[in-house]
């Protein structure tokens, strides 16, 4: 099986998360142990804060109970498993760095659900503001990988390129 230059960009792309998201959560657990330290201030908007997500990005669907972390597993693979075929077929660096870096986060994710029964979210970022202070979720690499992939994929999504047949435009 021959597998395609666009394809290979996926797969990196999705590798280099993968390893991002593992080393730094590895980083956080034993080098830092920010379990124990629970918060760690690095910049006035900036915060490592310890948080065990039972749900997935930005802590949505965390009722699912004692099996929710295997069914959000499960869930999470089966849409690697669409990105996989999303990837194969990309006709653009863009879509196949996107499409990579979602799925890398993904499985990211999944490691961490299956290792601990929840998600190691650590980056924290906050403000005051002249309206109050404004905390964003708690959230780490996997998470950010997969929210810059969607974001690249809804503008890649807003220029239609030309297909090999002219009289098309790419649906």
């Known amino acids: 099986m021959v597998i395609r230059?666009?394809?290979r960009f996926g797969l990196l792309a999705g590798l280099i998360t993968l390893?991002?998201?593992?080393a730094s959560k590895w980083?956080?657990?034993?080098?830092?142990?920010?379990?124990?330290l629970r918060q760690v201030v690095l910049l006035p908007f900036l915060n490592f804060t310890m948080v065990w997500n039972h749900g997935v990005t930005f802590g949505l669907l965390n009722g699912f109970g004692e099996w929710g972390h295997?069914?959000?597993?499960?869930?999470?693979?089966?849409?690697v498993a669409a990105l996989g075929v999303w990837l194969w077929r990309a006709e653009t660096?863009?879509?196949?760095?996107a499409t990579g870096a979602i799925a890398g986060g993904a499985i990211g994710n999944v490691i961490d659900r299956l290792r601990f029964g929840a998600v190691v979210d650590f980056i924290h970022?906050?403000?005051?503001?002249p309206w109050g202070d404004y905390s964003w979720y708690v959230f780490n690499v996997a998470d950010a990988a997969i929210v810059c992939g969607v974001v690249?994929?809804?503008f890649d999504s807003q220029f239609p390129r030309k297909t090999l047949d002219p009289g098309r435009t790419r649906e």
């Open 5 to 7: 230059p666009l394809t």
């Open 93 to 97: 660096k863009l879509v196949a760095i």
């Open 70 to 79: 295997i069914i959000l597993a499960v869930v999470s693979l089966a849409v």
């Open 152 to 154: 690249a994929l809804v």
């Open 19 to 22: 390893a991002a998201d593992q």
């Open 125 to 129: 970022v906050h403000a005051g503001t």
């Open 27 to 36: 980083w956080i657990l034993e080098g830092l142990n920010l379990p124990d």
